[in-house]
Nanobody
Framework: VQLQASGGGLVQAGGSLRLSCAAS????????AGWYRQAPGKEREYVAV????????HYADSVKGRFTISRDNAKNTVTLQMNTLKPQDTAVYYC?????????????????WGQGTLVTVSS
């Protein structure tokens, strides 16, 4: 699976951004998908995961209630809607995919990573 993230940019605090991840290659509909982020000088951080069927989603506490992950298997895309953005959300955001939801949640040997897209939230 090849993953291509897009949608990053500069936004003021309190604003919204919508990240998209386009998948190609193996049947993406069989894979769980998620998002990670890495802020400058910090370790990579789990953000959210969605199962292949969309019947399970999970979020990091830091984004719960503000971010929403969704997917469209017909279009091979995963989306992260980010609302009420805060300066601490500033990071490079990475789209990931794996057959296992748990591996994405636990950051354990995730099979596929896309390139990052930069999100900058100004105060």
């Amino acid at each position: 699976v090849q993953l291509q993230a897009s949608g990053g940019g500069l936004v003021q605090a309190g604003g919204s951004l919508r990240l998209s991840c386009a998948a190609s290659g193996r049947p993406f509909s069989s894979y769980a998908a998620g998002w990670y982020r890495q802020a400058p000088g910090k370790e990579r951080e789990y953000v959210a995961v969605i199962s292949w069927s969309s019947d399970f989603t999970h979020y990091a506490d830091s984004v719960k209630g503000r971010f929403t992950i969704s997917r469209d298997n017909a279009k091979n895309t995963v989306t992260l809607q980010m609302n009420t953005l805060k300066p601490q959300d500033t990071a490079v955001y990475y789209c990931v995919s794996d057959l296992s939801v748990v591996k994405i949640q636990k950051s354990y040997d995730i099979e596929y990573w896309g390139q990052g897209t930069l999100v900058t939230v100004s105060s």
